[in-house]
């Protein structure tokens, strides 16, 4: 029989203050140093009555809307007590928010572990290890939540885990977060309330974020998650089943193979399943007609306002919508903007790229 414990003392689980204090404090000035990112007014015909904006995440210090979800989730560790000065942090990742990770471990000067599928572009491997982060490479990526808990476990690390935390360490409720600054920046604008907020689904955590405070405030701002070939994601929004399961998409960043808890199917208004070849051409439209490179995912929702624009044009309907360039393009140089890897994924972009051309020349949706 186990003798008990004379008080709680005897076994001292904490962290040390004077060192969490300096840690969180160290989150909060990089915070404070961070401008909002900007928007840009993508161009659509004025005749329409339609503003397109394109909320450009990647101008981050990372480079990506990840780098508010890794600090995010850094200091909800700290604050849970699962972090402490000597932990190594772990995660699953397709890229992006393992380099936001590695980011600021580095800060804290803690040891971070990057577990990604084999697929990962070498551009943001090569980022995760210039941060400092070691790179454990899976060739299933359907496997990399099951290793990433496995190596946290085998070194008494701390696993991340965005698939799982993404919508309940992003802090929805305050003035400080993508939602508050899509409504600060466009206060000025014809169209201040936007009619919808389009952007895709990683791990959930922006879409809750989005959903949960335009619901807050009151706004009539509608959320669309649009999401790409082989992925669950629009299977289980669509028929409530959380057991979906697809292939995992080879757009990166966005389409998971599984449903995962961060993702709160309830705070989306309308999903819709965009293909490839159309993110990767709309990707390229983005980036002629506004100078802005974005991945793939940035291709996606660009793709999912332009067929909401067409609607509302339909409708006779005016107002405004922001898509989000998710992160910087330079890290697909050798995929999503490489014309050979796009023909070796057997995707003809040519016939999307026409018909978004034609659209906004005509304004019909052929």
Not at 169 to 177: H, I, L, Q
Request: with cysteine; glycine share 8%.
């Amino acid at each position: 029989m186990l003798k008990p414990l004379d008080s709680p003392r005897d076994i001292d689980r904490s962290v040390s203050r004077s060192w969490l204090d300096d840690a969180l404090a160290t989150l909060e000035h990089e915070a404070m140093s961070c401008a909002e990112t900007p928007v840009h007014l993508f161009p659509l015909p004025p005749e329409w009555n339609i503003d397109l904006y394109v909320k450009d995440e990647s101008v981050h210090p990372t480079g990506s809307l990840k780098h508010r979800l890794a600090r995010a989730l850094i200091s909800h560790g700290l604050c849970s007590g699962w972090i402490g000065e000597d932990t190594t942090l772990v995660d699953a990742s397709s890229g992006s928010t393992a380099i936001s990770e590695a980011f600021f471990a580095r800060l804290l000067n803690l040891p971070f572990v990057a577990v990604l599928p084999r697929s990962t572009t070498a551009e943001k491997i090569r980022l995760i290890e210039r941060e400092g982060g070691t790179c454990h490479l899976v060739t299933d990526p359907s496997k990399v939540d099951t290793e990433a808990r496995r190596i946290a476990g085998d070194i008494g690390g701390h696993y991340l885990n965005q698939f799982t935390y993404a919508e309940r360490a992003t802090d929805w409720r305050s003035e400080n977060n993508i939602a508050a600054e899509i409504y600060r920046q466009l206060s000025g604008e014809r169209y201040p309330l936007p009619e919808w907020v389009v952007v895709g689904a990683g791990t959930g955590g922006t879409s809750t974020t989005i959903g949960r405070y335009v619901r807050l405030r009151h706004f009539d701002t509608r959320v669309l998650v649009v999401d790409p070939d082989h992925s669950a994601f629009f299977e289980s929004w669509t028929t409530g089943n959380t057991d979906a399961r697809a292939n995992g998409s080879a757009i990166e960043g966005i389409g998971r193979p599984c449903w995962e808890p961060s993702f709160v199917l309830s705070t989306v208004d309308r999903m819709m399943s965009v293909p490839d070849a159309s993110s990767i051409a709309a990707m390229r439209l983005l980036r002629d007609r506004t100078g802005l490179v974005g991945g793939g995912s940035s291709g996606t929702a660009l793709f999912g306002a332009l067929r909401l624009i067409d609607e509302m044009h339909r409708e006779g309907v005016a107002g405004s919508i922001v898509s989000i360039l998710c992160d910087r393009g330079d890290r697909y140089a050798t995929t999503c903007y490489d014309d050979v890897w796009v023909r070796e994924q057997g995707w003809d972009i040519n016939t999307p790229m026409a018909r978004l051309e034609s659209f906004l020349t005509t304004g019909y949706w052929s």
